[in-house]
């Protein structure tokens, strides 16, 4: 395989690699066609759906698709701009190809924040939106503890199936337990602001963001695609919420 033929390959993986990150859909086209662009390719056609990537463009002489699948998608902004950051590099000649894959393949963790320092922040903004929602010290308390065993569980749940309801689902019902053990075992402790707090951070808020942005510049299926991924979130929030307080 020839060197330009690597940056087909390399446009289609950064493409796909935006969307699994959080990315928009009109982004990752971008994206892919500054590559190809980059290349010198022609007649470059790209479209970019939340599930698959699909790019066509004619590669000395010759037409060369390529397709790529979206399983999972998750928010990591740090990735979006390093995939930025290597088609703008790659459009500019400044590095080659295999420097191209070298950084889109290295670990999306690599600022050095561990597991457990990422609990913490979550926990932390958990425990300030309790305390917005009219919440005191006690609840900043009890929403932080419980922000902090619904991280970890959905870290768990993740790691072992790719179903982001399931995790999402089950993290909703345990910061309800701990909102509601918080309440008795502590009468001043109101259950909605911990509960509302600790839910705050499974909110899909950008990816109700992305639906409305890619719905108004005209991706009409990935602004569906979206915005029925948000509901069934919220209907996970909601529902794990709902069985716990029924109980």
Not at 52 to 70: H, L, Q
Not at 99 to 127: H, N, Q, T
Not at 190 to 219: S, Y
């Given at each position: ?16 690699m935006m969307i699994e990150n959080g990315g928009e859909t009109y982004r990752a086209e971008e994206c892919c066609i500054s590559i190809l662009n980059g290349c010198g390719a022609k007649e470059v056609n790209v479209i970019a759906l ?102 970890y569980f959905v870290q768990f749940v993740e790691s072992i199936t790719s179903y982001n309801f399931l995790s999402t689902l089950g993290g909703s019902m345990i910061i309800a337990v701990c909102a509601r053990l918080a309440a008795v ?63």
């Amino acid at each position: 395989m020839s060197c330009r033929n690597d940056f087909m390959l390399l446009a289609i993986k950064a493409a796909a690699m935006m969307i699994e990150n959080g990315g928009e859909t009109y982004r990752a086209e971008e994206c892919c066609i500054s590559i190809l662009n980059g290349c010198g390719a022609k007649e470059v056609n790209v479209i970019a759906l939340p599930t698959a990537v699909i790019a066509t463009a004619e590669i000395d002489g010759e037409m060369r698709t390529e397709c790529a699948s979206v399983k999972n998608r998750t928010i990591n902004l740090s990735m979006i701009d390093r995939i930025n950051a290597v088609s703008r590099r790659i459009a500019m000649c400044e590095i080659t190809v295999e420097e191209g894959f070298e950084i889109l393949e290295k670990r999306s963790d690599e600022s050095g924040m561990r597991p457990v320092v990422r609990a913490l922040l979550f926990s932390l903004a958990s425990g300030s939106f309790a305390v917005i929602f009219g919440g005191g010290v006690g609840e900043f308390i009890a929403a932080y503890f419980a922000a902090f065993f619904c991280r970890y569980f959905v870290q768990f749940v993740e790691s072992i199936t790719s179903y982001n309801f399931l995790s999402t689902l089950g993290g909703s019902m345990i910061i309800a337990v701990c909102a509601r053990l918080a309440a008795v075992f502590y009468n001043t402790i109101e259950v909605e602001p911990v509960i509302i707090g600790a839910i705050m951070p499974l909110v899909p808020g950008l990816a109700m963001t992305n639906a409305l942005r890619d719905t108004i510049n005209g991706d009409l299926i990935s602004g569906l695609s979206r915005g029925v991924e948000t509901l069934i979130c919220a209907i996970a929030i909601a529902s794990g919420v709902a069985i716990v307080l029924a109980v």
